[in-house]
Structures are given as structure tokens and as C-alpha cells.
């Protein structure tokens, strides 16, 4: 038996999961740690906190899975000579970039867990196909992972068949529907991990340019498998056809709706196809899908009324957070040798994070001019408010997994009632109000008010609402008539039933709204503080944190400080003066609009080099505070911030940035002051420079 730590490192959706003796104890995801989207950061604070938390240290590992096996990246290379043939240097380029990220994740990764010989690879789409058929308790399951890539697979359909997974088929990079769907999100203006809105956004569209994806850029077939053509891609050919992408600050327009109306309904066909041609070379009662693309819940809730398979199931770490657990059970089951890994505890819940830190209660409550009281039924309490029209804060137990709350971690409202859908938008969630909300039900009702007989607990695959109660359930039914559904059981949480159970004694309905508790832009809450800023500065009536129960606000003095990720990932230091370098890495100022802003309210004094244009940051901000001087740095100062590089990880994992010479000079002008050197990220995060150094030496084998 063995300790085994899995990881998801330095990409996006960052992850730690840990398994003892063939026990999934927990899983932490970056985000939470640092407050910055989708988990970049080089020194995860997840990390440390994982293993303190259970009372391991680094030591302590036996064995680390890493998601990205590099036997399969060298076929991903010849991918790559394939894909640019005609352009011989952009190859070079691409697998210069793959050789070096496989190189410094390793080596880095070796210095947190102690020991680089400790880490063994897995196959990435194997730890995703691992991650979700282990658990599940099924003795036999289909499976299809899809995704935008793993080493050189986008899609991989597999049998699971007791303790052993055997992959059957999979479509290899460039012809990848999740790098599709992420170009046109991003062609519409957003960013990686934004794909939920062009999903909500196509319910207001029509697939009008479908035939030109399928006429110009992909062939199809019945299978679900295609292959990409006349583009190399898909930024090419969305730029080459339908024009430059919207910009972030231009108004949505029928065509950008039409647009994610194409990518949407190309996505529900291609996974009903996949779904049918599974079914006839993997016979099995479960369909399960994971990966990235499984997160679209409009498309798995096609693949579901399809009834292509008796059931259809999906998990809220469909994401790569899903290869963190998935690697450590491979490993369990190959490397350590326990056979049995399908009698694994089935995944009943996604309740797998850290627990709030109720400990500091009292006093973040004093400290932020709030009182509260501690009662014995407090899902009583708030259900006697949401019948009221009132906006909870619900917040229990241990964090579930995933991008959406499952009532531990949720805003909860009166799911029958659109104006409070309206302000949650508006005055708590600050989000485009298009964007739907969804609704958490009592199991037992799932079928009363959806088109369904199979309970779905993880909000992520969408039913349709019955039609006599669309009008009635208006604040959780999309424009389309659909709704991302969460059945709650009592087994899997006790206390969300027995509120939901209180609120239909009330008003005859067992339902609520529920939506992550986090502001726009941020990580779901994952401490007391986070919660306390966001019950102040919002427009939320209550909130609900184990058995303690906030209601009223300080009339004056009200702490309304908005969300900052500087509060998360900030280096503790005593100085507040900073020296602001810019780095020539191609990422435009106007990335860094927010670390602008967050600046202005902590650091007393910056001073900035000349390489940070002035007027560009005037236009972002406005006025200039007075504490920012353009001049040389001079003591004190204690931190040199160097900018430049858009997210952490990427401080590393572009070779072009970490060899950089402008990182020895934020080195050489921080020791001339006394100052530690950072890296910003444009979301707020920090990195350590000097880490960035020491790895990039050692994989070069040059003290940089």
C-alpha cells in the first residue's frame, strides 16, 4: 500500500488529489488557493495545504502521477511536422515549446514532491477514462473521453470492464472539437474557461454558418470522427472566413449568437455520432463521458434524451481536474498493484475539498463589524427566507469539485422567481444577464418538473423543464426551455435535502437557484474571509456558514473592498512600496488592467521604469494616484514586479520568456535594493522569479 499524490501541474485547471491504501482522501484544486481563474501557479499553495491538511509532507509520497506521458508526445511532434510541412520553422518552434514544457513541469514538479524519480507518467486521456470509471462502481462501462488535447488524442473511446480499461478508438490533434469550441469562444471575445458563455449565448442563436464549417473546415463522419481540412487551424480558419474576433468590450451582436449557435449544434452532433458508434463497439448499459468538451452540459443532455445508452453519466471533474484522480488510481491499480480498484468507494458525491475554516470565524465576523448567531436547523432558517424572495449564502462541509456549486459552496434563491434571478446577475454575480442560472431539486421530484427518469447530481447535463412548469420555474429556465439540473439526495447531503425538503413544506416546490458562491471573474469562495467580502459588498439578504447565520450589515463603515487576488497570492512582505518593470513577451497592457486597479488600493507607493508607458496605463484606469512615480527604484522597496507574461505558469513554461535577459535584470535590480523579484500575472497571481531560474538552469544545465 502507498501514499500517492496526483497531479494536474502548471496547466490550466491545476489539481492535487491523494490516495492512501486505495482511498481517495481529497482533492484541491489551485484556484481555490490562490483566487486565480483555472489554477496556474508554480508553488501551488493546493499542494502544501493537501498534505498538511491529512498530516503528510513531501516526504511522505511514495508515488506522483503526471498527467502527459512523453512516449506519446513524440507522436504529437510528428503531428506537429505534419501539421506545418509547408512551414518548417513554425514546427521547430511548436516542438522546441513541447520539449521545453515537458522538461521544466518535470523538473519543478520533482523539486515540490521531493524527488523527480518519485514522479511517474500516465497517459493524459487514460487518466481522464481512470478518473471517472474507477469510481463510478460499475462493473462494465463505456467510455469516451474528448477534449481539446491530451499528448496527441483528442478523442478516445474506451471499454471499462472490471479493474481494466481498454481504450478501443481515438482522433488525433489537429482535428479536435474542444480546440474548436475554444477558438470560437475565444473568436467571441472571452478566454480559456469561458466556454460556458458561448454555451448560454447559442440558446439565442440559430446554427446559421453550419454548413460552412462543414463545407469549409471539417469532415465529418457518421461515426462522430472527422478530420480538418483547407486550414491548419481552427483561428484560421474562423479569422479567414468569418472575419477578426469580436473584441471583449464590443456589443454582442445576431451574428456572434448565431455564431455560438454553430460551434453548439456541431458540438450536440458530434457527441450524439460518437455516442451511437460507442454503443455499437463498446456494449454496455453506462455511457460515460469525460474530458473537457463533457462539461457541455447542453450537448450531454442531447446525447441523454437520444437514449442511446440505459444511462448516461458525467462528473463535475470532467475537467482536468478529473487527471489528478485519475492518474493516482491508475497508479494504484498499476503501479502499486491493487487489482481491485473498481471496488473503489463509488463517487456518490463531488464533496472532496477542503472544509472551511470556521475556526476564524468570530473573529473575521468582528473584525468586519458583523454579528451572527448559531442555531441548531439552519437549513430550516434559510428556507424560511428563500420562500420569502430572499438571496442566501449557503456555504457547508467540504468543497465540492468543478466549476459549479453543489450546495456547499452556493448562492441560493426562490426558483420561482425571475426578479431575483435579475438581481443576482446584477447586484451579486455582476455577469451578462443572458447567462442562465440553475436549479437544485430534491432527487425524489427530478422527474416531476424535468424530462427525465434518471436523476442527475452533478449539474451537467441539461433537461428539458416540462412545459407546464416553465413559466412557473422562470428564474431557472434557460430562453430555451431547458435547465442544467442538480438532483440532491439525502444519502450524498443530508443538510441541502432537509432545506430543500423545508422549502417545499413552505411553498409546495423542492427547489432552489443555485449558483457558485463567487463574484464575476473568480474562483468559487474557499475561506471564511472570501465569503464575509462577499456577503458585504454584495446585495445578498443573508448567509448561512455550518450553523452560524448572518442577516444584518453594518449601516456605516461597511467594508466594500472588491474581490482581489491580490488578498490570495500576494507575498507577504513589510515594505508596501514596489519597483514595476514590463517585460517585451508580447502580452498588451491591457491585460493587466486589474492588476492596475488592485494595485491602486494596496501597495501605498509604486514606482514604475520607463518601459511602463504611462499614458497607456492612464487610459486604463484613469487618473494616476499620487503614490505612483515614474523614477529609479531606491530603497525602501522590497519587492521588484516584473510584468509581461499573462498567466504563472507561463513564467516557466515559455522558454522564450524564462530565458529572458529582463528576468536577471528584475533579479539584479531587486539585490541592489535588498527586494525579492515576481513575476505578475495578468489575473492578479504572483510568481517567484528566482524559482523560474532555478529551473530553467537545471534543464539547461546553465546557471541563469
Known amino acids: 500500500m502507498a501514499l500517492i499524490l496526483g497531479v494536474n501541474y502548471l496547466t490550466h485547471d491545476g489539481c492535487f488529489s491523494l490516495v492512501k491504501d486505495g482511498e481517495l482522501l481529497a482533492v484541491y484544486e489551485v484556484e481555490r488557493f490562490n483566487q486565480t481563474k483555472l489554477g496556474r501557479e508554480l508553488k501551488p499553495q493546493a499542494l502544501e495545504a493537501i498534505l498538511s491538511d491529512f498530516g503528510y509532507t513531501p516526504d511522505d509520497i511514495d508515488h506522483v502521477s503526471f498527467s502527459y506521458h512523453p512516449a506519446y508526445m513524440e507522436v504529437r511532434k510528428e503531428q506537429t511536422r505534419q501539421l506545418w510541412r509547408d512551414k518548417p520553422w513554425q514546427a521547430r518552434s511548436d516542438i522546441d515549446a513541447i520539449e521545453w514544457m515537458m522538461d521544466t513541469s518535470r523538473v519543478a514538479l520533482g523539486r515540490l514532491v521531493g524527488g523527480e524519480e518519485k514522479i511517474i507518467p500516465v497517459r493524459h486521456h487514460l487518466a481522464h477514462l481512470a478518473g471517472v470509471y474507477y469510481p463510478s462502481g460499475c462493473e462494465s462501462a463505456a467510455i469516451i473521453s474528448i477534449d481539446g488535447i491530451g499528448e496527441a488524442e483528442s478523442t478516445v473511446i474506451a471499454l471499462g470492464q472490471r479493474d481494466e480499461i481498454n481504450i478501443l478508438r481515438h482522433n488525433q490533434f489537429p482535428n479536435s ?66 472575419g477578426p474576433a469580436r473584441q471583449p468590450h464590443e456589443a454582442l451582436t445576431q451574428r456572434h449568437k448565431d455564431m455560438a449557435a454553430t460551434v453548439q449544434h456541431l458540438t450536440n452532433e458530434i457527441l450524439i455520432r460518437l455516442a451511437r458508434y460507442t454503443k455499437k463497439i463498446a456494449p454496455a448499459d453506462t455511457l460515460i463521458i469525460t474530458g473537457g468538451v463533457a462539461l457541455n452540459s447542453v450537448a450531454n443532455g442531447k446525447v441523454l434524451r437520444e437514449g442511446i445508452f440505459k444511462n448516461l453519466l458525467a462528473y463535475p471533474h470532467a475537467n482536468d481536474t478529473g487527471v489528478a484522480i485519475g492518474g493516482a488510481m491508475w497508479l494504484e491499480r498499476h503501479v502499486v498493484g491493487n487489482r481491485s480498484m473498481h471496488k473503489i468507494k463509488p463517487f456518490t458525491g463531488a464533496y472532496w475539498g477542503r472544509e472551511m475554516d470556521l475556526e476564524n470565524l468570530p473573529g473575521l465576523a468582528e473584525k468586519f463589524g458583523l454579528s451572527y448567531q448559531t442555531i441548531d436547523t439552519p437549513e430550516a432558517w434559510a428556507a424560511e427566507r428563500i420562500a ?49 442560472f440553475a436549479p437544485s431539486v430534491l432527487a425524489e421530484d427530478t422527474s416531476v418538473y424535468f424530462e427525465t427518469e434518471q436523476v442527475l447530481p452533478y449539474m451537467i447535463i441539461v433537461a428539458d423543464v416540462r412545459a407546464e412548469w416553465r413559466e412557473k420555474l422562470a428564474a431557472v429556465t434557460h430562453v430555451d426551455g431547458t435547465a442544467r439540473v442538480q438532483s440532491v439526495e439525502q444519502r450524498v447531503n443530508p443538510r441541502y435535502h432537509a432545506l430543500l425538503s423545508a422549502l417545499k413544506d413552505r411553498t409546495g416546490v423542492g427547489m432552489v437557484l ?11 469562495v474557499n475561506t471564511v474571509e472570501q465569503a464575509l467580502r462577499l456577503f458585504l459588498r454584495s446585495d445578498m439578504d443573508a448567509l448561512v456558514i455550518g450553523n452560524h447565520v448572518f442577516e444584518t450589515k453594518p449601516t456605516s463603515g461597511r467594508d466594500r473592498t472588491p474581490f482581489s487576488a491580490f488578498l490570495y497570492s500576494l507575498p507577504p512582505h513589510a515594505c508596501p512600496h514596489a519597483h514595476v518593470l514590463m517585460g517585451d513577451f508580447g502580452v ?39 503614490g505612483w512615480l515614474w523614477e529609479e527604484i531606491a530603497a525602501p522597496c522590497d519587492r521588484v514586479l516584473l510584468l509581461g507574461a499573462e498567466y504563472g505558469a507561463f513564467w516557466l513554461l515559455r522558454k522564450s520568456v524564462c530565458q529572458s535577459p529582463v528576468l536577471q535584470q528584475a533579479q539584479d535590480m531587486a539585490a541592489s535594493v535588498g527586494a525579492v523579484a515576481y513575476g505578475v500575472d495578468c489575473n492578479g497571481g504572483f510568481t517567484d522569479l528566482a524559482f523560474v531560474q532555478e529551473i530553467a538552469g537545471a534543464v539547461t544545465g546553465v546557471e541563469i
Open 514 to 524: 443555485n449558483t457558485s458562491f463567487n463574484d464575476r471573474g473568480e474562483p468559487i
Open 588 to 626: 498588451p497592457l491591457s491585460r493587466y488592467k486589474s492588476f492596475f486597479e488592485q494595485a491602486a488600493r494596496y501597495f501605498t507607493k509604486l514606482s514604475f521604469d520607463p518601459s511602463v508607458p504611462r499614458a497607456d496605463i492612464a487610459a486604463l484606469i484613469g487618473d494616476i494616484p499620487d
Open 177 to 242: 472539437l474542444g480546440l474548436i469550441y475554444y477558438c470560437v469562444t475565444e473568436w467571441l471575445g472571452w478566454y480559456t474557461g469561458e466556454e460556458g458563455k458561448t454555451m448560454a449565448l447559442a440558446s439565442y442563436g440559430e446554427p446559421t454558418y453550419l454548413s460552412t464549417f462543414l463545407d469549409e473546415f471539417i469532415d465529418l463522419s457518421d461515426d462522430g470522427f472527422f478530420t480538418c481540412k483547407n486550414y491548419p487551424t481552427p483561428k484560421a480558419f474562423l479569422n479567414t472566413v468569418f
Open 388 to 436: 420569502d424572495g430572499k438571496i442566501v449564502g449557503w456555504i457547508q462541509g467540504r468543497a465540492e469539485l468543478g466549476p459549479r456549486a453543489l450546495g456547499n459552496r452556493s448562492i441560493l434563491a426562490n426558483a420561482c422567481s425571475a426578479e431575483t434571478k435579475d438581481t443576482i446577475n446584477a447586484k451579486i454575480k455582476n455577469r451578462e444577464m443572458w447567462r442562465p
